[in-house]
């Protein structure tokens, strides 16, 4: 997903270079609303709105409630992520969810906005998990999983469809155990990984998880 407007520039160029190979989400990543001066953060989502008609999907977007993140307090990003959450429901689009330590403040207010998508690099347990899935979000798993101390993840695709499970390589950042650097290649150890849990055969798991995602997004299924 996208987190501020350079990103989504690089986003749109890219598409150009790779006509029908690059889907475009544009956000404000926490991150970011975090770090700008206010009139930069409105300014940018003046933006957000005159770019969002041309994207599949809004986001990054979220809460991440982490101390290095809240020097402006946490009203600030409760503001601009609700203010997103309002323009993916007028447009109809799905959204991309960063969601760090506000699971509770993130869940209050998605039930007063009804929009579909996913919960990014989703790392909790199943509580958590069917929470958002009663709202019918997509759960969207990355390397955590490959860690053996991570039993409430594990959980969690064990007991959740596969219907709505989604896997996400979120290279450069979140590398396997014993990397520190990956790329893409990250999302089939994932997927072993899935499979394993759900005991399904391996390309069953990669067809549904690539089903899920083309569904998300309203795209028709390629070969």
């Not at 899935?133 to 860690?147: E, I, N, P, R, T």
């Amino acid at each position: 997903g996208g987190v501020d407007p350079e990103d989504w520039q690089r986003q749109t160029a890219l598409e150009l270079k790779f006509p029908g190979h690059i889907w475009l989400s544009f956000g404000l990543h926490p991150y970011f609303v975090a770090g700008q001066k206010l009139e930069d953060l409105e300014s940018a989502l003046l933006k957000l709105h005159a770019q969002a008609p041309q994207a599949d999907a809004l986001g990054e977007m979220g809460l991440d409630f982490r101390k290095a993140f809240l020097p402006s307090g946490k009203e600030r990003q409760v503001n601009f992520f609700t203010r997103q959450l309002t323009l993916a429901k007028e447009l109809k689009k799905p959204v991309v969810l960063h969601i760090v330590r506000a699971h509770e403040e993130a869940l209050h207010e998605l039930c007063k906005i009804s929009v579909s998508g996913m919960v990014h690099a989703f790392t909790a347990g199943p509580q958590v998990a069917k929470r958002y899935l009663d709202l019918g979000y997509h759960l969207s798993v990355g390397a955590k999983l490959l860690y053996p101390e991570s039993h409430d993840l594990a959980e969690t695709v064990q007991q959740m469809p596969i219907e709505r499970l989604l896997i996400e390589s979120d290279c450069p950042d979140q590398a396997p155990p014993g990397k520190k650097v990956h790329d893409s290649a990250t999302v089939f150890s994932i997927a072993e990984r899935v499979a394993v849990l759900k005991k399904l055969p391996l390309p069953q798991v990669l067809e549904h998880t690539r089903r899920n995602l083309f569904a998300l997004i309203n795209k028709e299924i390629r070969p």
